[in-house]
T-cell receptor, first 112, second 113 residues
């Protein structure tokens, strides 16, 4: 399967713990996106990378959130001091330039 | 409240019928719109897109119509199949040079055999 890969698929954590998610985009895609989706809602934009540069961040991305794409390939999204309101599906997507986005299956985060 | 978001609009159709899913968008300056299909446990899957200089675009069994006057978008699925059952989202692009998508409220399509 050469689609967007996300790991883990599910993460359960206790409030206050740090979590990190990984996204491996489609190999030739230079653009990578993180979105967040809560139950019954559409995805919401979090951040965007072009190669290794993080070019746009949503106001939804508080100081507790940090994303990296160190070599312009895979990306990580870290949430520090998790809160119950962080519970959501975290979706990664990639594209080649301005072409259509391909989404991964997401990481479902549950904060207890 | 949060409970409102859990009650997605639902469209129930019989297999073989045509389905029409509607969406209203907010920004008259938006120039790019996309329809996504999302099955349970999966990420959104691209179906079809349309730019604001077009009124209609056709794909395989799907047609998207754009009415800029009333800021309305629709997705038509011909000869709906059980495999079409999913949640459908429209999205408008609010990014400049990249895809900062704003998704609408989804519609759940249920196709019965």
């Amino acid at each position: 399967d050469t689609g967007v890969s996300q790991d883990p698929r599910h993460k359960i954590t206790k409030r206050g713990q740090n979590v990190t998610f990984r996204c491996d985009p489609i190999s030739e895609h230079n653009r990578l996106y993180w979105y967040r989706q809560t139950l019954g809602q559409g995805p919401e934009f979090l951040t965007y990378f072009q190669n290794e540069a993080q070019l746009e961040k949503s106001r939804l991305l508080s100081d507790r959130f940090s994303a990296e794409r160190p070599k312009g390939s895979f990306s990580t999204l870290e949430i520090q001091r998790t809160e119950q309101g962080d519970s959501a599906m975290y979706l990664c997507a990639s594209s080649f330039e301005r072409e259509k986005l391909f989404f991964g299956s997401g990481t479902q985060l549950s904060v207890l | 409240g949060e409970s409102v978001g859990l009650h997605l609009p639902t469209l129930s159709v019989q297999e073989g019928d045509n389905s029409i899913i509607n969406c209203a968008y907010s920004n008259s300056a938006s120039d790019y719109f996309i329809w996504y299909k999302q099955e349970s446990g999966k990420g959104p899957q691209f179906i079809i897109d349309i730019r604001s200089n077009m009124d209609k675009r056709q794909g395989q069994r799907v047609t998207v119509l754009l009415n800029k006057t009333v800021k309305h978008l629709s997705l038509q699925i011909a000869a709906t199949q059980p495999g079409d059952s999913a949640v459908y989202f429209c999205a408008e692009n609010k990014g400049t040079g990249f895809q900062k998508l704003v998704f609408g409220t989804g519609t759940r399509l249920l196709v019965s055999p």
